[in-house]
């Protein structure tokens, strides 16, 4: 069985710095998907990245960006030029590789992330 | 294109009742899962369903069942319905990349 690890429940940044969230996870898998997901509070669960395992380069959208350290099982999450609209609940999710289909998400406890002004 | 829609967002219900949710998935996904998210337990996962067939279950009561119709749709059932059953339930669809896209939920209250 997976279990993802996010021992940092609540954060705080203040308006256009950086700030990083924490994530760990164990699995005896090899091919697999890392996820961040980001939970406002209208509730809806946004996809903010995603990582595959096989892959060596971190991952990157625009302010966001992950550092995956596999050997580590470690899979961070850096929000730079942080914006009031960041606020929110974030989720480290992983997800085993299924030939062919999807597979079920296994979510850490969440980081609250606040942003300041 | 459209996301994932789940209807009722919001619901009600006594104890002993029973309660369906439906989901209808992005167009072209066949994967449809569902999570229960609670403050105590936080997001848990149900069960997942590709192409009419449950392939995964979570470790819930079978109470909680689910299915999924031909056009990818599917639905969740709760029976006899208890207290600790209140909670957000999230459904998920996916293609075969393992990306996973959610609707906003049906907030489930049992009073």
């Known amino acids: 069985a997976q279990t993802v690890t996010q021992s940092q429940p609540e954060m705080s940044v203040q308006e256009a710095e950086t700030v990083t969230l924490s994530c760990t996870y164990d699995?005896?898998?090899?091919?697999?998907?890392l996820f961040w997901y980001k939970q406002p509070p209208s509730r809806q669960m946004i996809l903010v990245i995603r990582q595959e395992a096989y892959k060596q380069q971190n991952a990157t959208e625009n302010r966001f960006s992950v550092n995956f350290q596999k050997a580590a099982k470690s899979f961070s999450l850096k929000i730079s030029d942080s914006q009031l609209g960041d606020t929110a609940m974030y989720f480290c999710a992983f997800m085993k590789h299924n030939t062919g289909t999807a597979s079920k998400l296994t979510f850490g406890t969440g980081t609250r992330l606040q942003v300041t002004l | 294109k459209a996301g994932v829609t789940q209807t009722p967002r919001y619901l009600i219900k006594t104890r002993g009742q029973q309660v369906t949710l439906s989901c209808s998935p992005i167009s072209g996904h066949r994967s449809v899962s569902w999570y229960q998210q609670t403050p105590g337990q936080g997001l848990q996962f149900l069960f997942e369903?590709?192409?009419?067939?449950?392939?995964n279950k979570g470790n819930f009561p079978g109470r909680f069942s689910g299915r999924q119709f031909s056009n990818s749709r599917s639905e969740m059932n709760v029976s006899t319905l208890e207290l600790g059953d209140s909670a957000l339930y999230l459904c998920a669809s996916s293609l075969v990349t393992g990306e996973a896209f959610f609707g906003q939920g049906t907030r489930l209250t049992v009073v």
């Open positions: 369903y590709f192409s009419e067939t449950q392939r």
């Open positions: 699995t005896s898998e090899n091919n697999y998907y």
